[in-house]
Structure formats: C-alpha cells, structure tokens
C-alpha cells in the first residue's frame, strides 16, 4: 500500500528576501523530516488571492429554451 502524506504551512512573505528565509527554514525542517523519510520533499508555491467576480444576476429558466432566434436582414 502507497501513502501519501502532505503538510501544509501557509505563509505571509512581504517580498522575496522574507519568502528566502522562510524557505530557509522550511529546507531545515525537511532535513529532520528526511532522516525518518529520505523521500520527502518540499514544494513551494505562490498563491495569489483571487478578486472577487461579480455576482451574475438571476436566468429565469424561460428564456433558457435552446432554440435560435429568427433574425431579419434589413
């Protein structure tokens, strides 16, 4: 049987000197980490907070039909 196990620590960097450290510190722990599991690796990503989209008004289900429009060329 495969396990998979997966820590997560969420972390405020103020700019790419502070994330550095933070890194740092993470690569020290994971070397503790490695002498129990020696496959054990760090990941690091950014996320970004998403901007709030707009909420979209009410379809009613009546003008939903599936059909085409009859369109004039005038």
């Given at each position: 049987?495969?396990?998979?196990?997966?820590?997560?620590?969420?972390i405020?960097?103020?700019?790419?000197?502070?994330?550095?450290?933070?890194?740092?510190?993470?690569?020290?722990?994971?070397?503790?980490?490695?002498?129990?599991?020696?496959?054990a690796?760090?990941?690091?990503?950014?996320?970004?907070?998403?901007?709030?989209?707009?909420?979209?008004?009410?379809?009613?289900?009546?003008?939903i039909t599936?059909?085409?429009?009859?369109?004039?060329?005038?």
């Amino acid at each position: 049987m495969r396990l998979k196990a997966i820590f997560t620590v969420e972390i405020e960097a103020e700019d790419f000197v502070s994330a550095a450290d933070h890194q740092k510190r993470l690569e020290q722990i994971l070397l503790t980490v490695r002498d129990e599991f020696p496959q054990a690796e760090l990941k690091l990503t950014e996320r970004r907070t998403r901007r709030s989209a707009p909420v979209r008004g009410f379809v009613p289900r009546a003008m939903i039909t599936g059909r085409l429009h009859d369109y004039s060329n005038d």
